[in-house]
């Protein structure tokens, strides 16, 4: 899928108390990620990829657990967000290989992990709506940072290295292909999980 495939520039206007609270978390969360990286886009994309794994991986599971106690089918919810948890996990891992986070940015992954796969679960326990249209925000504000990422290589301010051989292959880019195409493969993933989450907000909100 290329740049033309998506629209990169979807924004969902909060229209009640659910999308306004998703919409003020997600805003908070963006400052601290703004006033921590600055312009160190590879390092921000390291620590906010290990938060970004999180909520796929909440949501599969508490998916599961209602699906076995109420007996009834997930209509593909599961597999969905297993698959988003997956993709952003190997996010991750490219961005590693890219970034080279040092000893405070780990911790920082511990630290941050910990809170938000708590903070998240909670959040999805009294309501999956409001959950699933936080991560459709965090995707639109991820879709702007990497976009902000491409330009800055783009522009020369930061080297646009060979792309790892693990995005290479997993992404099915080409041979001699760089870090400019890596950042348009990941941007089209976050735009991808923003349009699933914030058509699984919709669904839920009609069922209240």
């Known amino acids: 899928m290329n740049d033309q495939d998506i629209d ?44 970004a794994g999180v909520p796929g991986m909440v949501g599969a599971t ?3 657990l209602r699906s076995l106690r ?29 970034a080279s ?33 936080i991560v459709g925000y965090f995707e639109e504000e991820a ?11 783009e522009s020369g301010a930061i080297e646009d290295l060979p792309a790892p051989d693990r995005a290479i292959q997993y992404w099915q880019l080409a041979e001699d292909a760089r870090l400019s195409d890596v950042i348009r493969a990941v941007r089209n993933d976050e735009a991808g999980h923003r349009d699933v989450n914030h058509g699984f907000a919709d669904l839920l909100s009609k069922k209240t």
């Open 143 to 153: 879709v702007v940072s990497y976009t902000e990422y491409l330009e800055e290589v």
């Open 8 to 51: 990169l520039s979807r924004h969902h206007e909060p229209r009640d108390f659910s999308d306004r609270v998703a919409r003020g978390f997600t805003s908070l969360m963006r400052f601290f990620a703004d006033t921590f990286f600055a312009g160190r886009y590879g390092h921000r994309a390291v620590v906010l990829e290990t938060v």
């Open 62 to 64: 508490l998916q599961h």
């Open 101 to 133: 986070p040092n000893w405070l940015e780990r911790l920082l992954i511990i630290l941050a992990q910990g809170f938000f796969y708590t903070l998240y679960f909670m959040i999805y326990v009294v309501s999956s709506r409001t959950a699933h249209r």
């Open 70 to 98: 109420r007996m009834e089918d997930d209509h593909g919810w599961i597999a969905k967000l297993m698959d988003e948890a997956e993709n952003e996990r190997m996010h991750l891992l490219t961005f590693v290989e890219i």
